[in-house]
């Protein structure tokens, strides 16, 4: 027996759905991916850098992450930055 074009409709209707909601898991996936690989682009610079642009991004960094955090539990994940301390070096005290 044949589906109806209704019975047809409903299941290409369905498969659309379910092809959105796949793209949009790799559209986030790689917004993750890009974040990441910039963020450690920028700690890296910012670890290993020894110019005027690793300083400005610091300096840059220190003024506007205190803003850009709204979460108080993202605050202490970047206490070295704000502190004027590089990334993954051993603070002293």
Do not use: C, Y
Not at 3 to 27: F, V
Not at 63 to 87: H, I, N, Q, S, V
Request: glycine residues 8%; aromatic residues 4%.
């Amino acid at each position: 027996m044949r589906k109806s074009i209704e019975q047809r409709l409903a299941q290409l209707d369905a498969q659309r759905a379910a092809l959105k909601t796949r793209l949009g898991k790799q559209e986030r996936v790689h917004d993750t991916r890009r974040k990441v690989l910039l963020g450690a682009l920028v700690l890296h610079r910012l670890d290993h850098g020894r110019d005027d642009f690793s300083k400005n991004l610091g300096d840059w960094l220190r003024r506007e992450l205190p803003g850009f955090l709204t979460r108080e539990t993202d605050k202490p994940l970047f206490d070295d930055l704000l502190k004027g301390t590089a990334p993954g070096r051993e603070r002293e005290g």
